[in-house]
């Protein structure tokens, strides 16, 4: 079945450290998304990315890289950088390049981050 | 300042109790409206899109509504299984998808 593979689960961070959320999705989308989901707000975004090789901003990027070297794989990066990494965040997908039109959204099924 | 506005925060029905949810926009040159379900732990899972005033979109027990300034999301006769948290996010002429917090469903037997 196609669709988008999130892991881990649950992940730990301890302070200081770096850590790595993985995004895979197979139904060959051009453009992936991370969000952060915090109770009681809405979905914000991280990062995106329209293509193979390139990625734009989000609404609050600060404390967090991304990559994007393969169209299957759009890996996030919690930085020690990211004071409040505490959240559940989420990586999505649209099919083309110009997924900010009027394209739905394909989610993965999250990623629950906690600070250890 | 909020663009996407979702009421109420929470809903608790018993099973068959119709209720409707809200959302509403301040957003211009709106490109589209969507409704997402999405269960504890879980991707939100895509419902509807709706583009312009007066547009109605049926799945199931749901039904969702377009204004100009908001969204209803209709629950008929709901059951158990529709307990869920319910989405709405708007996309400005400008590209990027606006999220609401969602309305939270209980629907008790």
């Known amino acids: 079945d196609g669709g988008i593979t999130q892991s881990p689960k649950y992940l730990f961070r301890k302070e200081g450290q770096n850590v790595t959320l993985s995004c895979e999705q197979n139904?060959?989308?051009?453009?992936m998304y991370w969000y952060r989901q915090d109770p009681g707000q809405g979905l914000r975004l991280i990062y995106y990315s329209q293509i193979v090789n390139d990625f734009q901003k989000g609404d609050i990027a600060e404390g967090y890289s991304v990559s994007r070297e393969k169209k299957e794989s759009f890996p996030l990066t919690v930085t020690s950088a990211q004071k409040n990494p505490t959240a559940f965040y989420l990586c999505?997908?649209?099919?083309?390049?110009?997924?900010?039109?009027?394209?739905?959204?394909?989610f993965g099924s999250g990623t629950q981050l906690s600070v250890l | 300042e909020d663009q996407v506005t979702q009421s109420p925060e929470a809903l608790r029905l018993q099973e068959g109790e119709s209720s409707s949810l809200n959302c509403s926009y301040t957003v211009s040159g709106l490109r589209g409206l969507f409704w997402y379900r999405q269960d504890p732990g879980k991707g939100p899972e895509f419902l509807f899109t709706?583009?312009?005033a007066g547009e109605e979109k049926e799945k199931e027990r749901l039904k969702a509504t377009l204004t100009k300034k908001e969204s209803f999301l209709h629950i008929t006769a709901p059951k158990p299984e529709d307990s869920a948290t319910y989405l709405c996010?708007?996309?400005?002429?400008?590209?990027?998808?606006?999220f609401g917090a969602g309305t939270q469903v209980v629907v008790t037997p």
């Open positions: 709706l583009y312009s």
């Open positions: 139904l060959n989308h051009d453009a």
């Open positions: 996010a708007v996309r400005e002429s400008w590209g990027k998808l606006q």
């Open positions: 999505a997908s649209s099919p083309s390049g110009r997924g900010l039109g009027v394209e739905k959204l394909f």
